[in-house]
């Protein structure tokens, strides 16, 4: 049975309570959400109690990866949701900008400073109980699964049980910390690329290096013994269909970029276009950019650096790179796993269960991938599981708007090409004639799907 247009009819004087589960992002926000409408709300938390192996720390929404949320941009697909975020009231959206440190034309924040104020802004809801435990099984009353990508392996059973199939596992990769204080500023320096930052002389620091110096860093990099994954391939084995990829394109490990091919870095995360050496006026053969990962401006991550390198590896083929002969390093890198379901099979656009109208899910593991997807997400699980509550019609965004794209995808894509998505333009219908005029540049045709989803997202929210 599908259940994505069920309600549920309220009598008036009983309680509508909502268990949430996870208090990541999607979590987070889905509470508020709820919270916001007049529902009770228990948010369960495993941590600290219960370690996932990434997390260092028991706050909410603690961002395990980067620490951007990536351009924030009008005209840019990831700029674009987080405008409609704003304009739909998110909280996690008005905790990363009031603590967003420089990062050119991205939105970053100091990732400490950002999960403290989330866990206060929770705490202090009259209408949001956070509960510090474990939950194994699926509760049987309304609820909102936002457990992400490291959820305990008691709940992937039963959400595997419930699902009638395996789930899918894939890899990701988080990126090592540096101190500013061990980055030799004789050699590297301060720029933005193109000069679009906010900070006098650039937000980004550079580590240039020239074609000899980045082919023996490749060298290394393809060299260095890895941390093996045993446990995870035992995972794999067993839980993921034929065909899936092990790692997620959008967050690949640099080691397993570098097989591709000895210039595919120079041309990826390592690029050095925009981004002229100050002191020499040219361009180097290629750029390391390290982006301030706290507000106090003391410590840098190195971007798109993700990796499964041992940590002694990491040391010293990191410290290669120009400028980082003495890092100083806060936190290595390393992988972890991350589940997701098969979601066009299983929910409806408006994150409903197909089979159950009063559960939701919301986040990474539904396949949405990127820390703005996964807040939105679990907007509109919390959105939606408080109008069920209440009575209300489930709300399913306009496909025009970025955050209705990304819902429609992740429920209607082909078991072949499912895997995580993020924002992106081509996820929306193409523009109306005024559109394919000959003359119109990529940029100009960005800003026009933009300011469509938003003159969309403005008269949906008018009519509801």
């Given at each position: 049975m599908n259940a994505c247009n069920n309600m549920k009819l309220v009598q008036w004087g009983i309680m509508v309570e909502l268990t949430?589960?996870?208090?990541?992002?999607?979590?987070?926000?889905?509470?508020?959400?709820?919270?916001?409408?007049?529902?009770?709300?228990?948010?369960?938390?495993?941590?600290?109690?219960?370690?996932?192996?990434?997390?260092?720390?028991?706050?909410?929404?603690?961002l395990v990866c980067s620490n951007s949320l990536g351009s924030d941009l009008p005209d840019r697909a990831p700029g674009l949701l987080k405008n409609e975020l704003r304009r739909m009231g998110s909280l996690l959206l008005e905790c990363a900008d009031q603590t967003a440190v420089p990062a050119g034309g991205a939105l970053a924040v100091d990732r400490q400073a950002f999960s403290r104020l989330v866990t206060s802004r929770i705490r202090e809801h009259p209408n949001i109980e956070v509960?510090?435990?474990?939950?194994?099984?699926?509760?049987?009353?309304?609820?909102?699964?936002?457990?992400?990508?490291l959820t305990s392996p008691d709940l992937s059973e039963a959400i595997a049980r419930l699902a009638g199939r395996e789930h899918l596992y894939f890899f990701d990769a988080i990126s090592p910390i540096v101190t500013l204080e061990s980055i030799n500023m004789d050699i590297a320096y301060r720029a933005s690329r193109y000069d679009r930052g906010d900070q006098v002389g650039g937000d980004y620091i550079n580590c240039p290096m020239t074609e000899a110096e980045y082919d023996a860093f490749v060298d290394a990099l393809?060299?260095?013994?890895?941390?093996?994954?045993?446990?995870f391939e035992q995972q794999l084995e067993s839980g993921v269909r034929a065909g899936m990829h092990t790692f997620f394109e959008g967050c690949l490990p640099v080691e397993v970029i570098a097989r591709r091919g000895r210039k595919?870095?120079?041309f990826g995360p390592l690029r050095p276009v925009g981004l002229a050496d100050p002191r020499t006026g040219r361009r180097p053969y290629a750029v390391v950019q390290l982006r301030q990962d706290d507000l106090a401006g003391m410590i840098y991550n190195l971007v798109g650096f993700q990796t499964n390198l041992k940590f002694p590896e990491q040391r010293r083929v990191f410290r290669m790179i120009p400028g980082l002969e003495r890092a100083e390093f806060v936190r290595y890198g390393q992988m972890h796993r991350n589940t997701f379901i098969f979601s066009p099979a299983l929910l409806c656009p408006t994150l409903q269960f197909r089979r159950r109208g009063d559960l939701f899910f919301s986040g990474q593991i539904t396949g949405i991938e990127g820390y703005a997807?996964?807040?939105?997400?679990?907007?509109?699980?919390?959105?939606?599981?408080a109008r069920y509550?209440?009575?209300?019609?489930?709300?399913?965004?306009?496909?025009?708007?970025?955050?209705?794209?990304l819902c429609h995808y992740i429920t209607h894509a082909s078991a072949a090409d499912f895997q995580p998505m993020k924002a992106n333009f081509g996820l929306l219908p193409p523009l109306g004639e005024e559109g394919r005029g000959q003359r119109k540049s990529r940029r100009v045709r960005q800003q026009m799907y933009a300011e469509r989803a938003l003159s969309v997202l403005d008269a949906y929210l008018i009519a509801q």
């Open positions: 949430i589960i996870g208090g990541g992002l999607a979590g987070s926000e889905a509470a508020w959400q709820a919270a916001q409408r007049g529902v009770q709300v228990r948010l369960y938390e495993m941590r600290p109690h219960v370690e996932t192996g990434a997390h260092t720390g028991a706050d909410l929404a603690e509960i510090r435990q474990e939950v194994a099984s699926i509760p049987d009353g309304p609820a909102v699964i936002a457990s992400g990508p393809l060299s260095a013994e890895r941390i093996e994954l045993k446990s595919t870095l120079a997807g996964n807040i939105g997400t679990g907007l509109l699980a919390g959105w939606n599981a509550l209440l009575g209300q019609s489930p709300l399913q965004f306009p496909e025009e708007t970025m955050l209705g794209a």
